[in-house]
């Protein structure tokens, strides 16, 4: 296996992004493809809510890493405030991106979490240079 930058900075991604909560690493390929879609979504719970925000945000992982397409989906919990989750995920492209918002874990996540988060979420997509 010819090991180049993209292949190191996905090695070295999967090391970085090992799951806080998990402990697991979830790069399914060597490859970042260069059509990928890599973002950061953050979500902020209110502090009264931080172990129910947690379970939803929980009830995605495992079966988000089955999804055709996902490389990566980690989800952290912030050390200094255990109110602030975020999400670091690689998809193989947009279709593989835009499907997962069709699942049916994502589509009951707004009720899982209606009146328990604040705002200051957000997402930021992200490109690997080169």
């Known amino acids: 296996m010819k090991i180049n930058r993209r292949t190191l900075l996905t090695s070295g991604t999967a090391l970085a992004g090992l799951s806080v909560l998990h402990g697991e ?18 979500v902020k719970a209110k502090p009264d809510q931080v172990e129910a925000v947690k379970d939803a945000l929980m009830s995605l992982v495992e079966p988000t890493r ?29 279709d593989a991106f835009d499907a ?17 988060t604040d705002k200051g979420g957000g997402v930021v997509f992200y490109e690997l240079l080169e």
Do not use: R
């Open 25 to 42: 690493s979830t790069v399914q390929g060597a490859e970042v493809p260069k059509d990928a879609v890599i973002l950061t979504a953050m």
């Open 100 to 116: 997962h918002g069709q699942t049916p874990h994502m589509k009951v996540l707004s009720e899982k979490l209606k009146g328990k």
């Open 66 to 94: 089955k999804e055709p397409g996902c490389l990566c989906y980690n989800l952290h919990q912030s050390k200094a405030d255990p109110t602030q989750f975020m999400f670091y995920e690689q998809w193989a492209n947009k």
